[in-house]
């Protein structure tokens, strides 16, 4: 098994930055895929970035590429997401999401961080 924790959330004015974090525990060594959705209330989950757990492939949605940034600190198995010039519209639930080699569907979910963004 393996356990995802958010943490980082919080409150930020419009323009501000917060950074997510994620920390992977338990049989992490079958890890391969991971990801980072959000989902707004009323609306549904969608991806924010696709990446593999080592290694340099990072895909962003087109809504936050250029904003966003993945990073990973393999020693302290921890995923970070990095927000910057936040808008009101990414106000959402982020959630870490992990998949095992060969799985088909994300295996593996944190229980969700808060991020508000005021206007």
């Known amino acids: 098994q393996v356990q995802l924790e958010e943490s980082g959330g919080g409150l930020v004015q419009a323009g501000g930055s917060l950074r997510l974090s994620c920390v992977l525990s338990g049989r992490t060594d079958r890890i391969y895929g991971m990801a980072w959705f959000r989902q707004a209330p009323g609306k549904e989950r969608e991806w924010v970035s696709v990446f593999a757990r080592i290694g340099p492939n990072i895909k962003y949605a087109d809504s936050v590429q250029g904003r966003f940034a993945i990073s990973r600190d393999n020693a302290k198995n921890t995923v970070y997401l990095q927000m910057n010039s936040l808008k009101p519209e990414d106000s959402a639930v982020y959630y870490c999401?992990?998949?095992?080699?060969?799985?088909?569907?994300?295996?593996?979910w944190g229980q969700g961080a808060q991020v508000t963004v005021s206007s």
């Open positions: 999401a992990a998949k095992p080699t060969g799985a088909s569907t994300w295996t593996y």
